[in-house]
C-alpha cells in the first residue's frame, strides 16, 4: 500500500476532548478535570509554537476538535527550542515549577502520543530540536559522529 505522507493518519483516538481530558488526568494524577485542563492548554499551545508544516497539519487532525485548535491558534516561533527550554519556556509562562511543568509535558504528551500514533510522533521528533523525545516518553537517540 502506497502511503501519501501528507495524508493525516487514520487513528481510532479521534475522541472527545472530555476523553482526552481523562487520560491527561489519569496520567498525570491530578485531582481535577480542570486541572488537567489547565495543562492541557499549557502544553498544546508550547507544542503549536514549536510544529510546522505537515506534522502540524496531521497531529492538528489527530486531536480532538478542541486540543486542536489550542495547538493551531499559536504562531510558530522563528527560533524552536529545545525540549529543555521548551520546559523552562513553559514553566515560566504558567508560573510552576520546572519539575511540575515537566510533569505537565509528559501526561499530555502521553495522551498526544496515544491520538498521533507512533508514525506522526516519530515524524514530528524529527522535526523538532534534541529533548523532545524524552518528554513523549521515547529514549533520546543521538548519532554517533
Known amino acids: 500500500m502506497i502511503s501519501d505522507r501528507h495524508t493525516p493518519p487514520q487513528q481510532p483516538c479521534r475522541t472527545a ?5 481523562e487520560k491527561v488526568r489519569y496520567e498525570g494524577a491530578y ?10 492548554r499549557l502544553v498544546l499551545a508550547g507544542l503549536g509554537r514549536q ?4 506534522e502540524r497539519v496531521d497531529l492538528a487532525a489527530c486531536l480532538p476538535l478542541e486540543a486542536a485548535r489550542v495547538l493551531t491558534a499559536q504562531i510558530p516561533d522563528t527560533r524552536p527550542l529545545t525540549g ?18 515537566r510533569w505537565d509535558t509528559g501526561s499530555v ?3 498526544v502520543a496515544a491520538c498521533a500514533g507512533p508514525d506522526l510522533i516519530t515524524r514530528i521528533l524529527h522535526q ?3 529533548g523532545y523525545a524524552l518528554l513523549f516518553g521515547r ?3 543521538t548519532p554517533v559522529a
Request: net charge negative; hydrophobic share 45%.
Open 139 to 141: 529514549p533520546e537517540l
Open 84 to 101: 529543555r527550554a521548551f520546559v523552562k519556556d513553559l514553566a515560566a509562562r504558567s508560573g510552576a515549577s520546572l519539575a511540575t511543568t
Open 109 to 111: 504528551f502521553s495522551a
Open 17 to 21: 476532548y472530555e476523553q482526552m481530558l
Open 128 to 130: 523538532l530540536p534534541a
Open 51 to 54: 510544529l510546522t508544516g505537515d
Open 31 to 40: 485531582p481535577t478535570r480542570e486541572r488537567a485542563d489547565e495543562a492541557v
